[in-house]
């Protein structure tokens, strides 16, 4: 009887303590609702007239379906996304005034892209980076991208067949990566780490127009080859947080066998060498790895290079019997060569620049720490990388030739 009093004693302790544990939970103390905040999906940054000027672009949940790639047949005349343009003497001040010109919050956690303009680029982007990394709701994932001129503009430009263009950008850079390895694609918080790495350099692919008509209009996306479009260009180099050049495509290409980036890339050759230099094939990598050696020679680095990769034929232009095993080596031969060309092509353009968008401080740094503390010490690593002797060796091999032994070229000769 004891027993059952205990329980029941201790039930009704429990029963009334449950208010005022529930008293103690609160709701979310941040909730808000989706209506209140506009959806960021991508934002761009220039200098202008001594102060920051901020692009912000805000998904417009009014579009409905449209010609720009939607499922359904109908169309609006609504655009998929709203750009407004701020300015303020710190880039928080620009980002509080968003609050004047538009009716809803950002809410910049769905971000895809993020647009530098080269003057802001120029001038320093230190203020943008701290700004990243320090806002709890900014998002660091953002790929980031620098324009040659009015960053803003790049954002104003519709695309075909997506509605949301800041996921189409971030899809772009993705696909160029993985398909042909000509541009690193770079996030916020890679480009922070690579500045503030033992090389403080950093390379981020430029995002153009190739016309100078921005197409903003819902209606003119219907045409079926736009006359301007948002492509990727030339690869910006950074050095501190300051842009110091260009590099072209081809010398973008180079630093991607360098830096060990490549995922998959087509490589133009000549199938008989011997004979002529006119590049009539194909070569498509499948695997590729770049091993970087440091040494130390007498009184400068040598960086030993091992580029090796496998691949496949996609393409013959002369007449030659891929069951030929010389003929097999001569196209390696000159596959390798190639590749040679555009690395060597592009050191000497990141020589010029004197920006060590290669990691090579990183390398040495690692494998020899004692000489690396002395660089430090005497603040003279512009001298030895300017000093540095590049030695690449390539070997590519063929590993396939497609459904065919032989040239369509030679079986109409035969």
Same mark, same amino acid.
């Given at each position: 009887?004891? *027993?059952?009093?205990? +329980?029941? /004693?201790? %039930? !009704?302790?429990?029963? *009334?303590?449950?208010? +005022?544990? /529930?008293? %103690? !939970?609160?709701?979310?103390?941040?909730?808000?609702?989706?209506?209140?905040l506009g959806i960021t999906s991508g934002s761009a940054y220039d200098w202008e007239d001594n102060q920051w000027k901020a692009t912000y672009q805000i998904i417009n949940p009014s579009s409905g379906s449209s010609s720009m790639g939607g499922s359904g047949g109908g169309s609006t005349s609504s655009p998929p996304f709203i750009t407004f343009t701020v300015k303020g003497k710190t880039i928080m001040e620009a980002i509080q005034k968003s609050n004047l010109t538009s009716i809803r919050e950002m809410f910049p956690s769905h971000s895809r892209v993020t647009v530098i303009g080269d003057r802001l680029a120029k001038r320093g982007i230190n203020p943008l980076l701290d700004i990243?990394?320090?806002?709890?709701d900014?998002?660091?994932?953002?790929?980031?991208?620098?324009?040659?001129?009015?960053?803003?503009?790049?954002?104003?430009?519709?695309?075909?067949?997506?509605?949301?263009?800041?996921?189409?950008?971030?899809?772009?850079?993705?696909?160029?990566?993985?398909?042909?390895?000509?541009?690193?694609?770079?996030?916020m918080f890679e480009l922070a780490m690579n500045l503030a790495s033992e090389s403080g350099c950093a390379a981020v692919p430029e995002l153009m127009l190739t016309d100078s008509k921005i197409m903003d209009e819902t209606s003119e996306t219907g045409q079926t080859n736009l006359p301007s479009r948002l492509a990727l260009g030339r690869l910006g180099v950074l050095k501190g947080d300051k842009m110091v050049g260009w590099l072209s495509q081809k010398e973008a290409f180079g630093l991607s066998f360098l830096t060990n980036t490549i995922?998959?890339?087509?490589?133009?050759?000549?199938?008989?060498?011997?004979?002529?230099?006119?590049?009539?094939?194909?070569?498509?990598?499948?695997?590729?790895t770049t091993i970087v050696q440091p040494r130390w020679a007498r009184d400068h680095f040598i960086m030993d290079i091992h580029i090796k990769g496998s691949g496949v034929i996609h393409e013959i232009g002369s007449k030659v019997d891929l069951n030929n095993q010389a003929a097999l080596a001569e196209m390696e031969t000159s596959i390798e060569n190639n590749i040679l060309e555009v690395v060597e092509q592009s050191?000497?353009?990141?020589?010029?620049?004197?920006?060590?968008?290669?990691?090579?401080?990183?390398?040495?740094?690692?494998?020899d720490k004692k000489r690396w503390r002395s660089i430090r010490q005497d603040k003279n690593w512009d001298t030895v990388f300017q000093n540095i002797e590049?030695?690449?060796?390539?070997?590519?091999?063929?590993?396939?030739t497609g459904l065919s032994s032989k040239s369509f070229k030679s079986i109409q000769q035969d």
């Open positions: 009887m004891n *027993l059952r009093k205990l +329980l029941n /004693t201790k %039930l !009704l302790c429990s029963v *009334l303590c449950l208010p +005022l544990c /529930t008293s %103690l !939970l609160s709701g979310c103390w941040d909730a808000r609702e989706l209506s209140e990243f990394l320090r806002k709890q900014a998002r660091e994932t953002v790929y980031v991208f620098i324009h040659s001129g009015d960053a803003g503009d790049v954002l104003d430009q519709l695309m075909q067949l997506t509605k949301n263009q800041g996921a189409g950008i971030q899809l772009m850079i993705e696909q160029e990566s993985k398909l042909l390895s000509y541009y690193p694609g770079i996030r995922k998959s890339a087509m490589i133009p050759f000549a199938s008989r060498p011997q004979i002529s230099e006119q590049l009539d094939s194909s070569y498509m990598i499948q695997k590729s050191w000497k353009s990141v020589k010029k620049l004197n920006a060590d968008v290669t990691g090579f401080a990183v390398r040495i740094h690692r494998s590049i030695r690449p060796h390539v070997h590519m091999d063929i590993e396939r």
